[in-house]
């Protein structure tokens, strides 16, 4: 199967455009975003598509920005995409925030797409996240620890963020590009460019990457297709989860404010502990000043939940102020 076919069985598997969209592409000048955004070019016509692209200049790289800008530039010109710059300060934010780097550079990143969606008047954000994104981002969930929700992956579409590209992966995204080299601008005799940040290997997902998928890749050459089929089967199963999962909470709210939520008691005890659990992580998601309760909490009010009496109460749970009852 050819990569543009591929493509657009995902897209149509998905349901992911509709006549008349205008997407708005985040455009880094990797294989992955350039790629994405010969694709989407090509099904303008099929479409009726309108075609917008964002760089962002994270200010982590300044040595290779200006050429990666000025690529994604010509890109954008040779295709007719009009092209978007937004400047953000990542290390600024990284501080602010205590977060690391690379959360600090997602955040932001994710925050200028909607930015410029807005602004621009684009209906879809296109990220160019592959098979390989699909298959490190399972394994370091794996490794870290996580529960069926975060085995589920990278979701082909979530609200208006579409990612085309999630079923292909990266060696036939680079030699499609290889192939079709004559279409796009080259830098330096290459179709699309590198960021040097991708070869350091203290980056936990770049050391995954180059050491031991590549090792597995030996003994399994399908192994990324293998990983990303697993990630299919726990997101179709976390979806039908969290069916329950809304049919049982709308039987247990007692009363909801953004401060504290009442949950009856009773027929808590009786739930099996994997629903309890997302019962419990639903309630306090959905309860504005509860969402920094972590899985250590949720297991404790379980706890309480089983060995409680009627009548029982979880008050002052977080820092003397909140009441979960």
Not at 279 to 303: D, M, N, Q, Y
Request: charged share 30%; net charge negative.
């Amino acid at each position: 199967m050819s990569l543009a076919d591929k493509v657009k069985g995902t897209i149509d598997g998905y349901a992911m455009l509709a006549e008349n969209d205008h997407v708005l592409i985040g455009l880094s000048g990797g294989a992955d975003s350039v790629c994405l955004a010969v694709v989407l070019h090509n099904l303008r016509k099929q479409f009726n598509l309108t075609i917008s692209a964002l760089y962002v200049d994270h200010g982590l790289r300044p040595d290779e920005t200006e050429d990666e800008i000025t690529f994604c530039r010509n890109v954008c010109s040779l295709f007719q995409i009009t092209f978007y710059l937004k400047q953000v300060d990542v290390r600024g934010y990284s501080t602010d925030k205590s977060l690391n780097i690379q959360e600090a550079a997602r955040e932001l990143r994710y925050e200028a797409y909607e930015e410029i969606k807005r602004s621009s008047g684009a209906d879809l954000i296109a990220l160019g996240h592959t098979a390989d994104d699909q298959a490190e981002t399972l394994m370091m969930r794996i490794i870290r620890g996580s529960g069926r929700a975060g085995l589920a992956g990278i979701p082909p579409v979530r609200g208006n963020i579409i990612r085309p590209l999630i079923e292909t992966e990266r060696i036939m995204i680079e030699e499609y590009l290889s192939e079709n080299d004559h279409e796009i601008p080259l830098h330096n005799e290459m179709p699309y460019l590198i960021d040097s940040s991708n070869l350091k290997e203290h980056y936990f997902r770049n050391w995954l990457r180059n050491t031991i998928i590549k090792e597995i890749k030996g003994k399994n050459p399908a192994v990324i297709e293998d990983i990303c089929r697993t990630a299919d089967i726990f997101r179709e199963e976390d979806k039908y989860l969290e069916i329950i999962v809304t049919k049982t909470l709308m039987r247990l709210i007692s009363r909801k404010s953004n401060r504290s939520i009442e949950l009856f008691v009773n027929p808590l005890e009786g739930l099996e502990k994997p629903i309890l659990r997302r019962v419990l992580r639903r309630a306090l998601k959905e309860t504005e000043s509860l969402r920094g309760i972590s899985f250590v909490h949720i297991e404790e009010i379980i706890g309480l939940i089983k060995r409680g009496t009627a009548g029982d109460s979880l008050r002052n749970f977080i820092s003397g102020k909140q009441d979960l009852r």
